[in-house]
């Protein structure tokens, strides 16, 4: 019985709840009017309303000179001199249409919505007193403290400050920057704009592309988040290409990741973390670092590195090498610090710098010194403390060498070696310890067709060197004897592995001793050291943990 009792008050309280009217909606009520006027025959028989009418909703006031209220759809028609304040807000248009059931007002004509942070024109417009949202179409024009934007539809969210463009736009900052594009969503709170699709930028130094970036007005900072090109005005050839990085407008900085690639003078930067700034012409960059200078026919790697557009200038380190190219070969150089300049107050010398562990390998010759330079005009490499330098099987070593190439050919032409000179070329590869020797205090190398032809020794020249002669019946080379000359002066022609001692000038000596009668103690010049292992047989070998 009580199960029932139950079951028959559940049902009565259901019904009653069901009974219950929704709350009435809010009323759009007349509030003045010079006039008020009815005909059954007009306007679905409602008021006709003019002279300094005000028609009010939840707080919202309606003026105008002529209007019609529809009491039974709760809507209000309003025409000249029209005009809506909400809150902090006003529209004003030719005509209106406020609807309290959908607490939307439709604007025609001459609309101007004004608020604290922007005044908005169109043909026409939809605003909703619920969400606060504006939607402006035909010739639509949203102004604010730093840019002014014009679409054919534009919807502003006033809660959220975003005013936002899914069709093609312009805007015009207040520093002049114009921007063109096709969705936009850009926040007058915040000053910033996201911009969803292409977007072109143009402003008194810079033209920006992009197919997706953000800005704000406040910082001056555009942010890159797909493929974007930013061009100098007054110097196109001078840009920077980007798929993830910040510019900063004002200052000229950017900051780029991703092996963003910065263009100036010609040459190419890139590098997995780019920094530079444009004003001051400095940039820098970590990882996989790249500088292209294709004028020069070179380029230049490492993990870090800095560049100086006004001094012409860069430098890379960590792993550092250099490649500069010739028509039919290359010459790769490496070292802990590589620096690139060109000297543009007297003769505009280009030149590559190598300092510390400095290694170079060219098809015809190849080397290390702790320290070289490169005058890449010139055909000048000279090469500091401890060099030593191979072409075939001809080591040269001293305390100080310069290299001479012929600027047209890119064939090496000499090489001068001062203090200490030493060349020790190996007689034959099947007997170990049988080594040409030429030693003194300066020495010349002339080079024909990039091979070792002619050398000249001066001061305390000494030279060792293997005799064969050539057997009249087998037409075979047979060693018979080792020459040791001392003179002011010794000349020698190379011919392959042939060592021929050619003139010996100035207080001449020597002896030239049967193979089988040579003693081992002549055998090394005093400090003869062969040092073959350090050779390097490829370009890979200038890393200095390849060897």
Same mark, same amino acid.
Not at 394 to 418: C, P
Not at 460 to 465: E, F, H
């Given at each position: 019985?009580?199960?029932?009792?139950?079951?028959?008050?559940?049902?009565?309280?259901?019904?009653?709840?069901?009974?219950?009217?929704?709350?009435?909606?809010?009323?759009?009520?007349?509030?003045?009017?010079?006039?008020?006027?009815?005909?059954?025959?007009?306007?679905?028989? =409602?008021?006709?309303?003019?002279? !300094?009418?005000?028609?009010?909703?939840?707080?919202?006031?309606?003026?105008?000179?002529?209007?019609?209220?529809?009491?039974?759809?709760?809507?209000?028609?309003?025409?000249?001199?029209?005009?809506?304040?909400?809150?902090?807000?006003?529209?004003?248009?030719?005509?209106?249409?406020?609807?309290?059931?959908?607490?939307?007002?439709?604007?025609?004509?001459?609309?101007?919505? *004004?608020?604290?942070?922007?005044?908005?024109?169109?043909?026409?417009?939809?605003? %909703?007193?619920?969400?606060?949202?504006?939607?402006?179409?035909?010739?639509?024009?949203?102004?604010?403290?730093?840019?002014?934007?014009?679409?054919?539809?534009?919807?502003?969210? $006033?809660?959220?400050? =975003?005013?936002?463009? =899914?069709?093609?736009?312009?805007?015009?900052? &207040?520093?002049?920057? @114009?921007?063109?594009?096709?969705?936009?969503?850009?926040?007058?709170?915040?000053?910033?704009?996201?911009?969803?699709?292409?977007?072109?930028?143009? !402003?008194?130094?810079?033209?920006?592309?992009?197919?997706?970036?953000?800005? %704000?007005?406040?910082?001056?900072? *555009?942010?890159?988040?797909?493929?974007?090109?930013?061009?100098?005005?007054?110097?196109?050839?001078?840009?920077?290409?980007?798929?993830?990085?910040?510019?900063?407008?004002?200052?000229?900085?950017?900051?780029?990741?991703?092996?963003?690639?910065?263009?100036?003078?010609?040459?190419?930067?890139?590098?997995?973390?780019?920094?530079?700034?444009?004003?001051?012409?400095?940039?820098?960059?970590?990882?996989?670092?790249?500088?292209?200078?294709?004028?020069?026919?070179?380029?230049?790697?490492?993990?870090?590195?800095?560049?100086?557009?006004?001094?012409? &200038?860069?430098?890379?380190?960590?792993?550092?090498?250099?490649?500069?190219?010739?028509?039919?070969?290359?010459?790769?150089?490496?070292?802990?610090? @590589?620096?690139?300049?060109? $000297?543009?107050?007297?003769?505009?010398?280009?030149?590559?710098?190598?300092?510390?562990?400095?290694?170079?390998?060219?098809?015809? #010759?190849?080397?290390? #010194?702790?320290?070289?330079?490169?005058?890449?005009?010139?055909?000048?490499?000279?090469?500091?403390?401890?060099?030593?330098?191979?072409?075939?099987?001809?080591?040269?070593?001293?305390?100080?060498?310069?290299?001479?190439? %012929?600027?047209? *050919?890119?064939?090496?032409?000499?090489?001068?070696?001062?203090?200490?000179?030493?060349? +020790? #070329?190996?007689?034959?590869?099947?007997?170990? =310890?049988?080594?040409?020797?030429?030693?003194?205090?300066?020495? *010349?190398?002339?080079?024909?067709?990039?091979?070792?032809?002619?050398? !000249?020794?001066?001061?305390?020249?000494? #030279?060792?060197?293997?005799? /064969? /002669?050539?057997?009249?019946?087998?037409?075979?080379?047979?060693?018979?004897?080792?020459? +040791?000359?001392?003179?002011? +002066?010794?000349?020698?022609?190379?011919?392959?592995?042939?060592?021929?001692?050619?003139?010996? $000038?100035?207080?001449?000596?020597?002896?030239?001793?049967?193979? &089988?009668?040579?003693? /081992?103690?002549?055998?090394?010049?005093?400090?003869?050291?062969?040092?073959? &292992?350090?050779?390097?047989?490829?370009?890979?070998?200038?890393?200095?943990?390849?060897?």
């Amino acid at each position: 019985m009580k199960f029932k009792i139950s079951i028959i008050l559940s049902c009565i309280l259901t019904a009653s709840l069901f009974a219950q009217k929704k709350p009435a909606k809010a009323k759009v009520k007349l509030q003045h009017a010079d006039l008020v006027e009815r005909n059954p025959d007009k306007y679905e028989g =409602n008021q006709f309303l003019t002279g !300094n009418v005000v028609i009010e909703y939840k707080g919202d006031l309606v003026y105008a000179d002529s209007a019609v209220l529809y009491q039974d759809k709760n809507l209000a028609v309003v025409w000249s001199n029209s005009r809506l304040v909400s809150k902090d807000k006003t529209i004003t248009a030719d005509k209106m249409e406020y609807d309290g059931n959908t607490t939307i007002a439709k604007a025609f004509k001459n609309v101007v919505l *004004t608020d604290p942070g922007s005044r908005i024109t169109a043909d026409y417009m939809e605003y %909703n007193r619920t969400n606060e949202i504006a939607t402006g179409i035909g010739k639509v024009e949203v102004k604010t403290p730093t840019q002014q934007i014009s679409s054919e539809k534009i919807i502003y969210e $006033r809660l959220t400050g =975003n005013i936002i463009v =899914n069709d093609t736009y312009k805007t015009i900052g &207040s520093d002049g920057t @114009l921007v063109e594009g096709r969705n936009v969503v850009y926040n007058i709170n915040s000053k910033s704009a996201n911009f969803g699709s292409e977007v072109f930028i143009t !402003n008194k130094d810079y033209t920006i592309y992009s197919r997706k970036m953000t800005t %704000n007005d406040l910082t001056g900072i *555009t942010t890159f988040r797909d493929y974007s090109k930013i061009t100098r005005r007054n110097d196109p050839s001078q840009y920077i290409i980007t798929s993830d990085g910040d510019f900063n407008k004002k200052t000229g900085e950017a900051w780029l990741r991703n092996n963003s690639q910065v263009f100036y003078q010609g040459k190419m930067l890139t590098a997995k973390k780019l920094y530079f700034n444009d004003k001051t012409g400095f940039g820098k960059g970590e990882g996989e670092v790249f500088l292209d200078d294709p004028k020069e026919k070179r380029f230049l790697r490492g993990d870090y590195g800095e560049a100086f557009r006004y001094l012409d &200038s860069a430098y890379v380190t960590k792993n550092a090498y250099a490649v500069k190219s010739f028509d039919k070969d290359s010459l790769y150089i490496s070292a802990d610090t @590589l620096l690139a300049v060109k $000297r543009h107050d007297v003769d505009s010398t280009s030149f590559i710098k190598a300092y510390h562990k400095a290694r170079f390998y060219k098809s015809n #010759a190849n080397g290390k #010194a702790d320290s070289l330079v490169f005058n890449q005009t010139k055909g000048i490499m000279q090469f500091y403390k401890d060099p030593i330098l191979w072409s075939g099987d001809n080591q040269v070593t001293g305390d100080y060498m310069e290299a001479y190439t %012929n600027t047209k *050919t890119n064939k090496m032409d000499s090489l001068k070696v001062f203090n200490n000179a030493f060349v +020790i #070329a190996k007689v034959d590869s099947l007997v170990e =310890n049988e080594f040409h020797q030429i030693k003194g205090k300066y020495l *010349t190398v002339l080079f024909q067709d990039d091979k070792i032809d002619f050398v !000249n020794v001066e001061e305390n020249a000494v #030279a060792l060197t293997y005799m /064969d /002669d050539t057997d009249a019946k087998t037409k075979k080379k047979e060693r018979y004897g080792v020459n +040791i000359s001392y003179c002011g +002066i010794i000349e020698v022609d190379v011919v392959g592995k042939d060592v021929e001692l050619v003139a010996c $000038r100035i207080k001449s000596d020597g002896k030239m001793y049967p193979l &089988s009668q040579f003693p /081992d103690e002549l055998r090394y010049l005093p400090d003869f050291k062969w040092r073959i &292992s350090e050779r390097l047989n490829k370009w890979r070998d200038i890393f200095v943990e390849s060897k």
